[in-house]
Structure formats: structure tokens, C-alpha cells
């Protein structure tokens, strides 16, 4: 018996050895000579591996040692390298994570239940500005804080409307839609993306007219990773001017806090659409007792005094001074958004590990309907008691209600007051801790129920959310992955379900919350 233990040992350690060598000499095989894979490719052996992989995990509940780990990375610096990473993975019966900044909140970027690899786009950061034309060609790997220092390099009087967090990734942000805070005056980044490259599931590069207005329609909002790598995004800038105002302004409950954001639900929506005002809601202890604040944070594109005239005439109640008003360059706006001190040089904007992760979990919600001060003083009391989770509220209005539902795969148009973000972070350590927290973020967004869109309660894709659903190993059905789908995408899942079927038939590109093939689902792809 144990000679025949010896023999499969040896055996299995031989197969090992095998793959480990077989996939090395794919990838070469397969990848440009004169850009050599073996430079960018990470097997666990590899002292960098532990650092490579552990470098853009964002969100610390994957980075535990019971956290399943990819066969291998792949850090790009050559589109071959993509090539021949689809090419291997296919070949080896690999699944592959994409993974641009990650800040996929659920970790999908780079953790898999099946063998899998990664494909980690950090390097390819290039990000080209031609003020001429006003555009901008961006690699998926760039950050959207490097996006906007170079446009600011050029230019004064352009940016773009992309989020407000700088280390998150363009090729994440953008596949998704990109919301921030010129939404309602320019609509969100896909709204602005012009053309891309792509390596599809056949490992060809194709621009905007190779791949077709169906493909390029889907990855804008659709979730790139669903149907190739895209490589880099061709962009048209936005004017901005050169002076805008931002705000922050705390009130409590016992500031009348419950009153101006009743109120806030009625107006933010419908005010100057150059104006943007989110309110942070957390739960918060003030002199040993519970309460509740709310933070109003605003962008205005214009000056403190024309921001006054339109918050006196449209928001008195939140008492908007010229005091409480700063002047600034857009750029530098980006900063105060992203919490840096007033003064901080735009190269802040470079950095991509300025903080340390956490634990973390989010959830998204849409209303589209006021919620009376009764019931957000019932939503206050529930927050006091779970202690831990934040809201953010967002609004729509402006640019964000003349788009069709349809013109991108972000379904989230008109008809929609504000979006909800819910938060919750923790930095303790051990599985009964995260219970705790994840149960309370589950049990606000519970809560929330009855003020909510509702058939479907959509979601937004960027706040990536397993707990709505996802697909099970292997080929999802139509009907297990129209569960989440909907949520996320309402009747453009149909559409991006039929595409997908078209250009990645087998389902290579496949995932928890990838968009489903009906050939492999119903197992008729052709070999």
C-alpha cells in the first residue's frame, strides 16, 4: 500500500512540475519575444508573488490565508502579454480575474472559487492628452487620479467627470459607468468614452470599428470583464472653469439635521445642474449621547457668490455663507474631494497606496420617491442602534434625466432623486467580527426596503454587491443570472446578454456577476 502511496505521490508532484513548466512556455510561446512574459509572470514560488498580489487587494476580508489564491499573474506591459494570458488560461482550464485598481468591493477582480489566474493591469498606465482635439487615450491600468493630474498638466480649463476617489482604476471605474461630481451637469465617464481596445476571447486586438457598436455599446457600463481585457479608452475631456466653489457644512439632529435633508430630497435633484451637494449620514456620539450627523459636501462650477445667490434662492435652509465657501482650480477641487487638506500639490493625486486598507463592505440603492421626515427619523433611530453603517447620498437630476435608459448599459436615468451607498468599515481582525459588521449593513439595507426603487430594486454595478446574487460554478443560466442583472442593469441585460452570447459564445470571460452566454448555457457552443 504504501509503495502505491509513494507512486501517485511522485506522480502528482511530476504532473505539478509539468504544468508549472507547460504554462511558463505557453505564455512565451504565444507573447512577443521582444517583450519577454517571464519579466511580468508571478508563480508562488516567486518571491514577489506575495507582493504583487497583496499590492491591489483594496478590501482586507480577501487577503486572509484561507482566501483562495490565483495559479499565477500576469502583470502586463505589452498587449501581447494579454494575448497570450487568454491563449494559457483556455488552454489550461484557468479562469481569469482582471484586475485594474481593485477596488472591486467584493473582491471579484482578484478572487475566484474555481482555478484561476490574474491579469493585473498595473502597469500599463499611460495616459496621453491631446488638448487639440480635447481627448485623451487612458490605459485600463491608469488610475483616476493620474488621469486627472495629466489633464490638469495640460490644461486649465478641462477635466472630466469620473469619480472622486484617485487610486481607483480606469479600467474598473469606467466598464462600469463612472459616476462623480460634474454627473449632473456632463453625465457620467462613459458618457464621454469615444473609442477603446479590446483583446477578446480569440486574443484579437480590436479598436471601436473592429469590434462593433454592440461590443463597444456593452463595455461602457456593462462590465468590461464580462467580455474581453480592455486595454485603453480613447476619452472626449469636458470644460470646466477656471474658478469653482466647493463646501462642507455638519449639522446634527439637534441642528436640525432631519429638516435639511427632507428638504435636501426635494431640491439637489433639481437645482443648478453645475451643482453638486452628496450628505455623508453616519451615526455618530456627541457629549455621550447618540445622534446623527450630516454632512453636506458640494462642487459648484462657478464662483462663491453666484454659489450663494443659487443656495439662497433654491436651499435656504441649509444657511449657505460666503465664509463656508472656497474658490479653486478644478484640480485642486479633486483633491478637497478626496479629503486632502486645501493647498495640497496635485502630485498627491499620483500616489497609490496613501492609506491603509481596511474591512469593508458596501451596498447601493435608488430613490425615486422623497422619504418624510417620520421615516427618516425611524431610518436615524435604526442607524443609532447598529452603530456602524454610513449612507451617502448622491444626486441625480441635470444631464443625468436627458439620457435614455438605453444609450449605455447604466440603466440609472431619469426618474431616480438620488442614489444611496451604504458603508461600513472595520479594521479589527477575525470572522465573528466581520459577521457582526456585515450583518448590520444587511440589516439597514433590509430596512431600507419601503423607500427604495422596487421591481427591480436596482443596484449600481461599480458598488459591486454579491449579496444580490450570482452565478453558480460554470456556465450561469439566463434565469440565475437575471437575478442580479436586473438589478444592476434592469432591460439592458437582455442586451448584453445577447451580445455576450455573440462574442464570447464559450464563456471564458466568466465570473460571479458575469453577464451569462445562452450557447454555453445550453451547451451548443461549436468546438
Wanted: charged share 20%.
Amino acid at each position: 500500500m504504501s509503495t502505491i502511496i509513494i507512486f501517485i505521490s511522485i506522480f502528482l508532484l511530476q504532473s505539478a512540475m509539468a504544468v508549472s513548466d507547460t504554462i511558463p512556455q505557453c505564455l512565451s510561446l504565444h507573447s512577443d519575444p521582444s517583450h519577454p512574459i517571464s519579466a511580468v509572470t508571478y508563480f508562488p514560488n516567486n518571491s514577489s508573488y506575495p507582493p504583487i498580489l497583496e499590492a491591489y487587494i483594496r478590501n482586507l476580508r480577501f487577503s486572509s490565508p484561507t482566501t483562495p489564491k490565483p495559479s499565477f499573474i500576469v502583470a502586463p506591459n505589452h498587449v501581447s502579454h494579454i494575448q497570450a494570458s487568454i491563449i494559457c488560461c483556455k488552454k489550461f482550464g484557468l479562469e481569469m480575474r482582471i484586475r485594474s485598481g481593485g477596488h472591486d468591493y467584493d473582491g471579484l477582480s482578484y478572487v475566484a472559487k474555481a482555478p484561476f489566474a490574474i491579469l493585473d493591469m498595473f502597469m500599463l498606465r499611460s495616459v496621453k492628452v491631446n488638448v487639440q482635439d480635447q481627448s485623451v487615450w487612458v490605459d485600463s491600468g491608469s488610475t483616476i487620479g493620474e488621469l486627472y493630474y495629466q489633464i490638469a498638466e495640460k490644461s486649465k480649463i478641462l477635466g472630466f467627470p469620473a469619480g472622486v476617489c484617485h487610486t481607483v482604476g480606469v479600467g474598473g471605474h469606467f466598464s462600469g459607468g463612472g459616476y462623480g461630481n460634474m454627473m449632473r451637469r456632463f453625465g457620467i465617464s462613459v458618457d464621454h468614452i469615444v473609442d477603446a481596445l479590446i483583446v477578446d476571447a480569440e486574443g484579437r486586438v480590436l479598436d471601436r470599428k473592429g469590434m462593433g457598436e454592440d461590443l463597444f455599446w456593452a463595455i461602457r457600463g456593462g462590465g468590461g470583464a464580462s467580455f474581453g481585457v480592455i486595454v485603453s479608452w480613447k476619452i472626449k475631456l469636458v470644460p470646466v472653469p477656471q474658478v469653482v466653489t466647493v463646501f462642507r457644512i455638519e449639522k446634527t439632529l439637534e441642528q436640525g439635521a432631519s429638516d435639511i435633508v427632507h428638504q435636501w430630497q426635494y431640491v439637489a435633484n433639481k437645482i443648478h445642474d453645475g451643482l453638486f451637494i452628496r450628505v455623508v449620514i453616519s451615526p455618530v456620539t456627541r457629549m455621550g449621547k447618540k445622534t446623527i450627523r450630516a454632512k453636506f459636501n458640494a462642487l459648484f462650477l462657478g464662483n462663491a457668490q453666484e454659489l450663494v445667490h443659487v443656495m439662497n434662492a433654491s436651499f435656504p435652509q441649509l444657511g449657505l455663507v460666503g465664509e463656508q465657501c472656497t474658490q479653486m482650480s478644478w484640480i485642486d477641487s479633486v483633491l478637497f474631494w478626496d479629503n486632502h487638506p486645501v493647498g495640497t500639490s496635485a502630485n498627491a493625486l499620483l500616489q497609490r497606496h496613501d492609506a491603509p486598507e481596511k474591512f469593508l463592505k458596501k451596498k447601493s440603492d435608488y430613490v425615486q420617491k422623497p422619504i418624510s421626515k417620520t421615516d427618516l427619523e425611524g431610518i436615524w433611530k435604526k442607524m443609532m442602534e447598529l452603530e456602524k453603517p454610513v449612507f451617502t447620498f448622491n444626486p441625480y437630476g441635470g444631464k443625468m434625466s436627458e439620457i435614455s435608459e438605453q444609450e449605455t448599459p447604466f440603466p440609472h436615468r431619469a426618474g431616480n432623486l438620488y442614489k444611496i451607498q451604504y458603508s461600513v468599515n472595520w479594521k479589527e481582525k477575525g470572522e465573528d467580527v466581520a459577521n457582526g459588521y456585515l450583518s448590520s449593513i444587511r440589516s439597514l439595507y433590509d430596512y431600507m426596503t419601503p423607500y427604495v426603487s422596487s421591481s427591480p430594486r436596482s443596484s449600481y454595478l461599480n458598488y459591486r454587491d454579491v449579496d444580490i446574487g450570482v452565478n453558480g460554478r460554470g456556465n450561469a443560466t439566463y434565469a440565475e443570472a437575471s437575478v442580479w442583472g436586473k438589478k444592476y442593469f434592469k432591460t439592458n441585460f437582455d442586451r448584453l446578454v445577447k451580445i455576450k452570447t455573440r462574442v464570447d459564445p464559450s464563456n471564458f470571460f466568466r465570473y460571479e456577476q458575469s453577464i451569462p452566454s445562452l450557447a454555453s448555457a445550453h451547451g451548443i457552443v461549436s468546438e
